[in-house]
């Protein structure tokens, strides 16, 4: 085998590049789905290099700890997706930035760039011929859907 | 045999504090107008108890006479007792101890000295009631005025608003007067006298929605407070220097248990004194026989600061400035308080340390001065004033420095004629406050003399009694003012002479009167149970010989100026053409007999009780039996008992004088007055500074024909510019000259000299300014700097507030750097 230290640093590597693109994705995007997938993704870079180490010393630690974090990240992912869909339902959109009325008083609101106008060229929506029947809706149901 | 004793000495306060406790519970609601009868039947039975406290005592004086002095302290209980509280150092020590201290030095001594070194002495004030000649004088006075002020208050006070509280006040008043008076030990006296003056200020504000009275109350104890001061200046060298504050030695007590385990219950102050265990009293008999007096600074300033506490109490120079203003209480409240019993604290506190002040002739020449030096001001000030009461007021404030120059001639008979005008004093300056309140009943409210006159016929008992009143304070024989003023004014005529023989050194005079302290040779041992007096060292024999030959003749003129301006107000209130104010609507008549009663009583008794006392020569023998005055330097002094026949004559004169004058000037169509004032006013000089009068002196004919020949001859411009000259110096004139007017005798005296106003600028003025300073800083530089801490946090917060602003990613952020601080932070200086 080569180097045992050349070869852990190429799998510290793996596990940095991916717990740095977690970190960065994490805080960078808006959509709540995708930053859970960047906290998990931070989470797999950890797990990469905590066997990484465990080969380093030819123990059983590393991986140990490895099965613990997927146990742990497991219950977090049931948690944080419950919460994701909460929040889903009452506000109809998978946006970060939504959720920002807990701030301090007098503090200014964080407001995105304003959207263009849409060009009246531009709504031009494809169409279908129709073809068959629409189902038929009960107006009960309709009421209590959540708002999509 | 002693439980009679205790039982009178317990009951004279003690009913009273009863009543006014009694008055306070059921007054409101139950007792309301009838309130005064606690009062008036718990006071008549404290005048009874008095007076048998009087004859029990004259009883056991008469039989231990010449034995220094008569005296029975009781205890009650002990109030404080804190052991080992001072050392005193060991020339103190054996001064305190009882071993002479003067230079005689002989082998009796040596078996009196205490072990040599320095001593320790316990801080203990047991609550002691003493009963001697002194104590009962004044218990039986003060509780006889008390008796009559409270039944002509009963019919004064009647359908006043809080009824039930005037004579709650009253009876608290006389419970802490009394208790002066009985209390054996300074630091009690103290606590007495603070209580008297908070029952006057309670008295004279009584009438508080009234600003001036409210305002008057505050003065009186403010300037009482002034003199309680040095009183308690006083008392803290008291402690230091005699290492007790007790009159009586501790061992001389007797409790309601029985006698006190060591000597006899009665200090007779013979050869017990080896057997005295504990400090010596201050003013006990054992002390003065041994003479273990500081004199020199110490002395002198113990005496001056005591004479500082009388001068707040009694209203002399300069606190004087209370007692006019306290006028504005209620007419039996002056009466009482005011005439009679709490400004005579000062006198008899003096009395009381008359061995204190025997070590220090300085001392009493200054007692002397004082006291002639308000006699002459407040003379002076009651000539002009046209309120009644202030008459009086003045008057009192007069006779109080009467009092005051008897007391600093230092010798026997002027501290016993001290206070005999005391005595005599409560009696007539009652009499006559009662009577002025009479008329103000009468004439509804209104006391100012130049709203009412021709009394006479309308208010007959009032007006024969007034006029007794005025005869006895202006000094008349056969009444009793007469005898107390001939006993002062005989002393200072004495006291001039003694110093004028002792200045010469004749040594047939100075025989153990004033001789140089510490000789003990031959000739002086016919006299060696009297101690020798000390030599004054700061002022000369002959000075004091021409102070008190000054003084004299001050007391005459005094004595003449009392006798004007009584009989000014007296002419002024009761004679001339009869006119009534509108106020008095159907109040003008006699006073009902619950008011008439107590004055014809006391006219009585001001006539008669002087020349009782003095033809017998009971209250002179009586009261010498003190033990103040029984032992001790004075007993060389000039003794009462003698008739000076010239002074007699003098001040009969004087004061005969002072009432032709009087009713020359005031009886009749008073157009002398009219002349007499408008000169004493310096009105004429007025006319000069009147620059439009001079201005018109152009216009006179001579002077318009002088400058009309001037300017014939071309000289026109020359009289014309002396004309302006004069003009000028008018002018400038008119700015010195107005001041002449402000201070023209007729003003100088109607406006008390002053005084308030130069209190008013050098005391009340800055010391107002520096509380509006102070209170300024306590809002804007204390307060502010409390609320600046309060901010302080907010502030702050307010620089964190922006963190937290709402955005998950910006929190996890914050978390990112926050760990990435801990890493660098652990690399960098945490080191292994």
Not at chain 2, 636 to 648: I, M, R, S
């Amino acid at each position: 085998m080569a180097d045992p230290a050349a070869e852990l640093f190429n799998y510290l590597t793996v596990g940095g590049i991916l717990f740095a693109l977690g970190l960065i994705g994490f805080l960078v995007r808006r959509n709540m789905i995708v930053m859970f997938l960047c906290a998990e993704m931070m989470l797999q870079g950890i797990s990469i290099s905590l066997v990484a180490w465990g080969k380093y010393h030819a123990n059983w630690g590393g991986q140990m700890l490895v099965i613990f974090i997927l146990t742990v990240a497991a219950c977090e992912a049931a948690i944080a997706l419950a919460l994701v869909l909460m929040l889903f339902h009452r506000s109809g959109r998978l946006d970060i930035a939504f959720w920002q009325e807990m701030r301090e008083e007098g503090q200014p609101a964080y407001v995105d760039r304003e959207i263009p106008e849409e060009r009246e060229e531009d709504k031009v929506w494809p169409t279908l011929t129709p073809a068959g029947r629409l189902p038929s809706r009960d107006p009960e149901i309709d009421l209590h859907r959540s708002r999509v | 045999m002693d439980s009679k004793l205790h039982l009178l000495m317990v009951l004279v306060p003690g009913l009273p504090l009863a009543a006014a406790i009694l008055t306070a519970l059921f007054g409101p609601r139950h007792l309301k107008a009838a309130s005064h009868w606690p009062v008036i039947l718990a006071l008549a039975g404290s005048f009874l108890a008095s007076l048998g406290l009087l004859t029990e005592v004259k009883q056991r004086a008469a039989k231990t006479a010449d034995k220094g002095g008569y005296e029975h302290v009781l205890a009650l209980w002990t109030w404080m007792d804190l052991p080992d509280a001072l050392r005193l150092d060991a020339a103190t020590a054996s001064l305190s101890a009882g071993a002479v201290a003067n230079a005689t030095d002989t082998g009796a001594d040596a078996s009196q000295k205490t072990a040599s070194g320095s001593a320790l002495r316990d801080f203990r004030i047991d609550v002691t009631l003493r009963a001697d000649p002194l104590t009962s004088t004044m218990l039986s006075m003060v509780t006889f005025i008390s008796t009559l002020v409270a039944i002509f208050a009963a019919g004064y006070m009647k359908g006043e608003r809080g009824y039930w509280r005037f004579f709650t006040y009253i009876a608290l008043f006389v419970f802490s007067m009394t208790m002066l008076v009985s209390v054996s030990n300074f630091a009690l006296l103290f606590v007495f006298w603070e209580a008297v003056g908070v029952c006057s200020y309670l008295l004279i504000g009584f009438w508080y929605p009234k600003p001036d009275a409210a305002a008057a109350g505050m003065k009186a104890f403010l300037v009482n407070r002034v003199g309680d001061f040095g009183f308690a200046l006083a008392l803290f060298l008291i402690w230091t220097t005699y290492g007790t504050l007790d009159f009586h030695d501790r061992a001389a007590v007797a409790t309601f248990a029985g006698e006190a385990a060591a000597s006899a219950e009665e200090s007779t102050g013979d050869s017990s004194s080896d057997r005295v265990a504990g400090p010596l009293g201050v003013v006990s008999p054992s002390r003065i026989k041994a003479n273990a007096y500081w004199g020199g600074a110490v002395g002198l300033a113990i005496c001056l600061l005591l004479m500082l506490g009388a001068c707040g109490k009694s209203a002399q120079f300069p606190l004087h400035v209370w007692l006019p203003d306290a006028m504005e209480g209620p007419t039996p409240v002056s009466a009482l308080i005011h005439a009679a019993t709490m400004v005579t604290a000062g006198v008899y506190m003096v009395t009381r340390c008359t061995p204190l002040f025997s070590a220090s002739p300085e001392a009493q020449a200054t007692v002397a001065v004082v006291g002639g030096a308000t006699a002459l001001l407040a003379g002076l000030i009651a000539l002009t004033q046209h309120d009644l009461k202030r008459v009086l007021a003045y008057s009192t404030v007069s006779q109080l420095g009467y009092m005051f120059l008897g007391l600093g001639t230092g010798s026997l008979l002027g501290i016993v004629a001290g206070m005999f005008h005391l005595f005599t004093h409560a009696f007539f300056k009652a009499l006559l406050f009662l009577g002025s309140g009479s008329v103000m009943h009468a004439m509804g409210h209104i006391i100012d003399m130049r709203r009412f006159s021709g009394l006479r016929r309308l208010m007959p008992v009032t007006h024969a009694t007034f006029l007794i009143g005025c005869l006895a304070l202006a000094g008349v024989p056969p009444l009793s003012g007469f005898w107390s003023k001939d006993a002062i004014v005989a002393s200072l005529h004495e006291q001039a002479h003694h110093w004028q023989e002792a200045g010469a050194g004749g040594s047939a005079h100075a025989a153990g009167v004033a001789g140089v302290e510490g000789k003990a040779d031959g000739s002086h041992a016919a006299n060696a149970a009297i101690p020798a007096a000390n030599v004054p060292t700061l002022i000369s024999a002959a000075a004091l010989a021409t102070l008190y030959q000054g003084l004299y003749f001050l007391a005459l003129l005094v004595a003449f100026m009392t006798a004007f301006y009584t009989f000014r107000a007296f002419y002024l209130t009761f004679y001339g053409p009869e006119r009534i104010p509108a106020e008095a609507g159907s109040h003008a008549h006699e006073s009902p007999w619950s008011m008439c009663g107590p004055l014809a009583i006391l006219a009585v008794l001001a006539a008669g009780i002087g020349g009782y006392l003095e033809w017998t020569h009971g209250f002179a023998h009586f009261v010498s039996l003190a033990p103040s005055l029984a032992g001790g330097p004075v007993l060389g002094t000039e003794k009462p008992g003698e008739f000076h026949l010239t002074v007699a004559a003098t001040s009969t004169l004087v004061a005969l004088g002072g009432i032709l004058l009087a009713s020359y000037l005031y009886l009749g169509s008073k157009r002398e007055v009219q002349w007499l004032s408008s000169k004493a006013n310096l009105e004429e000089l007025s006319s000069w500074m009147d620059v439009e009068r001079v201005a018109k002196w152009r216009q006179k004919p001579w002077i318009a024909a002088i400058h009309a020949r001037a300017k014939g001859s071309g000289l026109g411009w020359l009289t014309a510019i002396l004309g302006n000259l004069v003009l000028f110096a008018a002018l400038l004139l008119t700015a010195p000259l107005a001041l002449g007017h402000y201070i023209s005798p007729y003003r100088l005296s109607y406006r008390k000299f002053y005084w308030d106003e130069i209190y008013m600028a050098t005391v009340v003025w800055p010391l107002q300014t520096l509380g509006l300073l102070l209170a300024w800083i306590d809002r804007w530089i204390v307060d502010g700097a409390v609320n600046l801490c309060g901010r302080m946090p907010t502030q702050l917060g307010s620089l964190m507030r922006s963190l937290h602003m709402g955005l998950v990613p910006f929190y996890g952020l914050a978390m990112l750097l926050g760990t990435l601080i801990l890493i660098a932070a652990k690399l960098l200086w945490a080191g292994s």
